[in-house]
């Protein structure tokens, strides 16, 4: 692969709480001053590394912070002139729905870029209509049912326990220890916690009990699986026991008893190389029929009785830290960092290089056909 212009585009308004955390030197969690919390990186020292991966694979690498502002995204893209962005942006003005509309600046810009085009990032932060093409495309989901406003039907044909969602957050948002219910006044309370104070529509779902299974993608090949396990008794920072799920503060809380609560094992013990396989393969499908390139990751659990996997969601747009489920997925098919971080490159660059004009579209041939008899008749 020759040398290419590489931009790194993140974008990152308020202060790191990482940060905050070493200059504060925080270094055990309130409730147990004995526990040592491992120190994290920066998202700016994540991008440095990335940034250094991107140096390695022989590219000329630039990493701009937007800031939200959009003068700077298209300053930045106009003046750099890269071959290729790696887009790590998410939110923008505060807003996940903008993530799509950064992508599609790329495109009308004619920039090849990183991961997802715009349909499948929106596509899939939208649970329920992600859900709905997966299940018509006969693959498996919880069963469920989205409450736009006021409260679920009287008359609901789901199976307690259920767990309620944010149906269009991302990244454990809105989960916590009381996300999961088991009767009527419990599901109540919390989709008026959802759709009342937090306006916006709640997914309820069946609660499947089983393991938790995510398998990262990359490019047209599936990843060995990760396992989030949870250790039996966890209570939240409020003493609330946890219900075995990947709750908010368990993701981005070191301080949490949450985040003690679970523990990741990649890959996991215990699964057949035809469950892996099978596995795989149905998050694949996912994966490609909504849209996918590039990577994502796929998050399942598996039926605690038959072992089936159900899907959770599609992350599009998953993190890539190192130290995050993406990079020990990798590690475990036998590739390096910085490998995978040059596959994706390379996925970005490859599709610039081949940017060839296609056939002409339908409509375009029945002008040119027009024009093409008028000029006939007018010889
Ligand atoms: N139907 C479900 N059954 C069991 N656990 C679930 C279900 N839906 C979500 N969870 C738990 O909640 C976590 C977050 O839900 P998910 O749908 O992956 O949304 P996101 O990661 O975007 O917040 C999952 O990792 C899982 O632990
Ligand atoms: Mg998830």
Redesign the pocket.
């Known amino acids: 692969m020759s040398r290419a212009r590489v931009l790194i585009l993140w974008n990152q308004v308020d202060e790191d709480v990482v940060e905050l955390w070493r200059r504060d030197g925080r270094r055990s969690p309130d409730w147990d001053p004995t526990r040592i919390v491992e120190e994290w990186d920066t998202v700016a020292e994540e991008v440095q590394l990335l940034e250094k991966c991107v140096r390695e694979g022989g590219h000329d690498v630039v990493a701009v912070n937007i800031r939200d502002s959009f003068e700077t995204l298209f300053q930045t893209i106009t003046t750099e002139r890269p071959d290729v962005i790696v887009n790590l942006v998410e939110w923008f003005h505060d807003d996940i729905e903008n993530e799509m509309h950064v992508a599609a600046l790329f495109e009308l810009l004619g920039v090849s870029y990183t991961g997802n085009r715009p349909i499948a990032l929106s596509l899939c932060q939208k649970?329920p209509h992600a859900k709905a093409l997966l299940a018509a495309a006969g693959l498996p989901v919880?069963r469920g049912i989205v409450v736009e406003k006021g409260a679920a039907p009287a008359d609901l044909a789901l199976r307690y326990p259920l767990?309620v969602?944010p149906a269009y957050?991302?990244?454990?948002?809105g989960?916590d220890a009381g996300s999961v219910v088991r009767d009527r006044e419990a599901l109540d309370k919390r989709v008026q916690l959802i759709v009342g104070d937090h306006k916006m529509p709640a997914l309820i779902?069946?609660?499947?009990e089983g393991r938790?299974i995510h398998c990262a993608i990359l490019g047209d090949a599936a990843l060995p699986l990760y396992e989030m396990q949870f250790k039996p008794g966890g209570v939240d920072n409020e003493g609330r026991p946890l219900p075995g799920?990947?709750t908010y503060r368990a993701k981005w809380d070191p301080y949490s008893r949450d985040y003690y609560a679970m523990e990741s094992k990649c890959p996991p013990d215990d699964l057949e190389p035809e469950v892996v396989a099978h596995i795989q393969a149905i998050a694949l499908r996912a994966y490609k029929h909504l849209g996918c390139r590039d990577y994502a990751r796929v998050?399942m659990?598996l039926d605690p009785k038959t072992g089936d996997p159900y899907i959770?969601?599609v992350n599009p747009n998953p993190d890539l830290a190192d130290g995050c489920a993406f990079a020990q997925c990798v590690r475990a098919s036998g590739r390096t960092y910085e490998q995978a971080v040059q596959e994706i490159v390379g996925f970005a660059l490859a599709r610039a290089r081949n940017r060839q004009k296609g056939e002409p579209l339908p409509s375009e041939t029945l002008l040119r056909e027009y024009l093409a008899q008028r000029r006939r008749q007018t010889r």
């Open positions: 649970k919880p767990i969602k957050d991302d990244a454990s948002g989960i779902e069946e609660f499947i938790e799920i990947i998050d659990r959770l969601e």
